[in-house]
């Protein structure tokens, strides 16, 4: 990093006038992270078309690459993987650096569990306060041992087993990194590893699973409980994957486009799988008009492109069941919810408060600097919408290394009167490297 990319870059985001305009998101951040490690433990070549080149996959590669992947980008953009086989991973020289990634982290650490090698995982000051023991524990029960930083947290040095033990796992938190983790240290271990999930959380891992060849099934039983069993020692034959746009991604435009008088824009190429659709279902509840038109499948994802208009939007307290399906959209949904006409109250979302940031309080704190009535809950917030009046302004808000709150806020300060000063810029980068570029694509900044 240089000098220059190590000071904070804060930005204002003012008034725009209506977005209109086709753009494109990048590549969605959950299956570019599976397509490189799968690609990287199947024998023969895979190439990866639509990679999201984000600064969280690119510490996926660099860590494939430690352990004897051979990962090359050519000119066309699209990504070249050679695979070292199921269970060929070799030993890391170095310690492997996640940078802010937490899925890099967890999934990593379950593929290494069956591995016979010493690894250590560093990352940086909000990956560094993450809970790990929800993969740390049942990886532990399949024979890896892990040396921790006090509270179960990174700097931590783990130890695969070879053999692995197979797990029978109920998830006891819906996360799809600890149950991706168990499926994936599942792989190199002998007999079946299963993993029961009582509240349904993106399938990914699943879908690429079985695309690579490996003997996966996945029973739902009458409560909507999913039984994965996966068949280990697995072979994995090498793929051609095509990456849709990141639904996480295209929230922001969308909800950009809702919220600023007289737009319309139509955000092409996005990912649309229904464990990861919710924020869609949410605004349309509050009255946003979003089309969904050209919907095909894509890489064994379903994809279409939205065309958003702006919309009166109303308050909503919606079911906190829908959660793990827009787990990563709350932050910009309180901004829809900051324009909406009347109260709305989100509850039930515990696990935001150990995302890059806590979500809860970055985002009340947040809300609470630009003028916006808010009420901080253990699991929530209740939120005052100005009935579509924009929102005074403020700040700076601290992003807090979080990319999702840095957005949210640029967001805002499309809809406000002083504008929305962001802290620092350069989380984006993880997730969203071309999202100030596509704002100005639609109108915003001019
Ligand atoms: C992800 C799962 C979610 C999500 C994260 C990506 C994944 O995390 O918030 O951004 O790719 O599996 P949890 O498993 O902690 O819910």
């Not at 890059?356 to 009535?373: H, K, N, T």
Request: with cysteine; proline share 7%; glycine share 12%.
């Amino acid at each position: 990093m240089t000098a220059a990319a190590e000071l904070p870059r804060p930005m204002t985001f003012t008034a725009a006038p209506a977005l209109t305009g086709s753009v494109t998101v990048p590549g969605d951040k959950s299956i570019s992270h599976r397509s490189l490690m799968l690609s990287a433990l199947a024998v023969g070549e895979s190439r990866v078309e639509g990679l999201l080149e984000g600064e969280d996959v690119l510490a996926t590669a660099a860590a494939m690459r430690a352990m004897g992947a051979d990962i090359q980008r050519d000119a066309d953009g699209i990504w070249h993987i050679h695979g070292v086989g199921v269970g060929g991973l070799l030993q890391p020289e170095g310690a492997l650096d996640m940078g802010n990634s937490g899925t890099s982290t967890r999934l990593l650490m379950g593929l290494l569990a069956s591995h016979d090698l010493t690894a250590t995982f560093i990352g940086d000051a909000s990956l560094s306060k993450r809970p790990m023991a929800r993969v740390t524990d049942p990886l532990a029960q399949m024979g890896a041992s892990f040396t921790t930083s006090p509270g179960g947290r990174l700097p931590l040095t783990m130890r695969g087993a070879c053999p692995a033990v197979p797990l029978d796992y109920r998830l006891p938190v819906a996360s799809a990194q600890v149950k991706s983790a168990i499926l994936l240290a599942g792989l190199n271990t002998p007999g079946i590893t299963r993993v029961v999930e009582p509240i349904p959380t993106r399938d990914h891992s699943e879908r690429m699973l079985r695309g690579f060849g490996a003997d996966l099934s996945v029973e739902v039983e009458a409560d909507g409980t999913r039984i994965i069993t996966l068949v280990g020692e697995a072979e994995l034959q090498p793929q051609q994957i095509v990456v849709p746009g990141d639904p996480s991604s295209a929230a922001f435009p969308m909800v950009a486009a809702l919220l600023v008088p007289g737009s319309k824009v139509t955000i092409a190429n996005v990912g649309l799988n229904a464990t990861r659709a919710g924020l869609i279902d949410l605004l349309r509840e509050m009255g946003g008009s979003i089309e969904v038109i050209n919907a095909r499948e894509v890489g064994g994802e379903p994809v279409g492109d939205l065309i958003v208009t702006a919309s009166v939007l109303q308050g909503i307290e919606p079911d906190p069941a829908r959660a793990p399906s827009m787990i990563d959209e709350y932050p910009v949904a309180f901004i829809a919810a900051a324009l909406a006409q009347g109260r709305s109250v989100f509850r039930g979302l515990d696990e935001l408060r150990v995302k890059e940031s806590d979500r809860i309080a970055a985002m009340a704190a947040g809300l609470r600097a630009i003028g916006v009535p808010v009420e901080e809950l253990e699991d929530g917030l209740i939120i005052e919408g100005s009935g579509g009046a924009p929102l005074k302004g403020g700040g700076p808000i601290a992003t807090k290394l979080d990319h999702r709150i840095a957005m949210s806020f640029a967001v805002a300060g499309l809809v406000s009167r002083d504008g929305v000063t962001i802290d620092d810029m350069r989380p984006v980068a993880t997730s969203f490297p071309s999202f100030t570029a596509l704002l100005q694509t639609l109108g915003a900044m001019a």
